[in-house]
């Protein structure tokens, strides 16, 4: 049964720092990965999408990449900024489903001024 | 660009009333997907549709029911409700059923059992 891990649970730090959030997946035969904001209380704003085949994704201030053997996948924010305070999870597309996500439990970010 | 639309936004309901939640899809997409987050909780999957017929059943409880119509919008029943159904309830839709395709989430419902 695939697990979604995300670490630190939460995060702070100064304005302007670039940071680095975590998402381990334990089975490997995934479709895709995407990398989701939510804001308290508010829906899931979808970041980045990365598929099995690729190993990085980028928009603007974000990278996304995936590291299928390893289980791994790193969300980079450079650059920080008050506005990026929010949770931010990561879902995997098992290979085995019907499309379903699994979502790991969230890093909450609280960028400080 | 056309958003998933989901209805109502907010929803207050008595222990063993029932509601319904009502998803409707990016246009050309024919698959739906429901997922319910409880407080403090991450996204759990309910149940999918693809075609107008059930796809993938999650972690759904029998009090619930859902299906989808014609023109692609599905809608969640819930009877019975319990303290334990309140939550944000997602519904997200998709150019197909799995195989890769990324999910389009809408604003969710929340619904309050009280």
């Known amino acids: 049964k695939q697990e979604v891990t995300q670490i630190p649970a939460a995060l702070s730090v100064p304005e302007g720092e670039n940071l680095v959030l975590n998402c381990s997946f334990t089975d490997s035969a995934i479709y895709n990965l995407q990398w989701f904001r939510q804001d308290p209380g508010k829906g899931l704003t979808s970041l980045l999408l990365i598929q099995s085949s690729q190993r990085e994704q980028t928009s603007g201030r974000l990278n996304a990449s995936l590291d299928k053997s390893s289980g791994r996948s790193t969300l980079y924010i450079a650059a920080s900024q008050p506005g990026d305070s929010a949770t931010y999870l990561c879902?995997?597309?098992?290979?085995?489903?019907?499309?379903?996500?699994?979502f790991g439990k969230g890093t909450k970010l609280s960028v400080k001024p | 660009a056309a958003g998933v639309i989901q209805s109502p936004r907010h929803l207050i309901k008595e222990k063993r009333e029932t509601a319904t939640l009502k998803c409707y899809p990016i246009?050309?997409?024919?698959?739906v997907y429901w997922y319910q987050q409880g407080p403090g909780q991450d996204p759990q999957f309910l149940i999918s549709?693809?075609?107008?017929?059930?796809?993938d059943k999650g972690s759904i409880p029998d009090r619930f029911s859902a299906q989808q119509f014609s023109d692609y919008h599905s809608e969640l029943n819930m009877s019975s409700l319990e303290l334990g159904d309140s939550a944000l309830y997602f519904c997200?839709?998709?150019?197909?059923?799995?195989?890769?395709?990324?999910?389009?989430f809408g604003p969710g419902t929340r619904l309050t059992v009280l």
């Open positions: 549709f693809y075609e107008k017929m059930q796809s």
């Open positions: 997200a839709s998709s150019p197909r059923r799995g195989g890769g395709h990324e999910q389009f």
């Open positions: 246009p050309r997409h024919d698959t």
């Open positions: 879902a995997i597309e098992g290979g085995g489903s019907q499309g379903n996500l699994i």
